[in-house]
T-cell receptor
């Protein structure tokens, strides 16, 4: 079974530029999560989708971050404009409906200069 | 607000030297406690879920235990390939499956 796919794996941008990350969850997993992991910290949930609906986006900085999951499968996370403090690894995870165990992708390492 | 504290922050062991990692938590209604392993440059890899005090799970050289206030990850006779960051996360009350993670323990096993 294929795991969670993410792209790109690495991205370097200047501050105030925009960037987008893509995630394809494990086939059949209805729930999709985006996390931010700053160096030396544990992952922090940004947004959770159930199919194509948002379940929890309470920790998403909505003035600059946005996410969508239009067809209930893959998802895109966007940052516009980026700040220096957005430098982090952005992790995508998915889980089957009704099950709490989350399976993570390899992450996208973002560096904002 | 849910809080998860892991200790120590870093641990160095010699190959074969058994030890334990600690995860203490404060949550409003624990629904589950998760252990993940994270290698450099990779996403967290699921290890165990514990649901109630007294529960234990084992996988190779790892054993996870749970009490009402904390969880331990026991590593028996570790090998260099066990070197990684071990993350603990709690699932608390509510309809969402929201995990709150600790900062992790960086384990290094020297040959």
């Amino acid at each position: 079974e294929a795991g969670v796919a993410q792209s790109p794996r690495y991205k370097i941008i200047e501050k105030r530029q925009s960037v987008a990350f893509w995630c394809n969850p494990i086939s059949g997993h209805a729930t999709l999560y985006w996390y931010q992991q700053i160096l030396g910290q544990g992952p922090k949930l940004l947004i959770q989708f159930q199919n194509n609906g948002v379940v929890d986006d309470s920790q998403l900085p909505k003035d600059r971050f946005s996410a969508e999951r239009l067809k209930g499968v893959d998802s895109t996370l966007k940052i516009q404009p980026a700040k220096l403090e957005d430098s982090a690894v952005y992790l995508c995870a998915s889980s089957p409906t009704g099950e709490p165990t989350q399976y993570f992708g390899p992450g996208t390492r973002l560096t904002v200069l | 607000e849910d809080q998860v504290t892991q200790s120590p922050e870093a641990l160095r062991l010699q190959e074969g030297e058994s030890s334990s990692l600690n995860c203490s938590y404060t949550v409003s209604g624990l629904r589950g406690l998760f252990w993940y392993r994270q290698d450099p440059g990779k996403g967290p890899e699921f290890l165990f879920t514990l649901y109630s005090a007294g529960e234990e799970k084992e996988k190779e050289r790892l054993k996870a235990t749970l009490t009402k206030k904390e969880s331990f990850l026991h590593i028996t006779a570790p090998k260099p390939e066990d070197s990684a960051t071990y993350l603990c996360a709690v699932l608390s009350g509510g309809s969402n499956y929201k995990l709150t993670f600790g900062k992790g323990t960086l384990l290094t096993v020297n040959p």
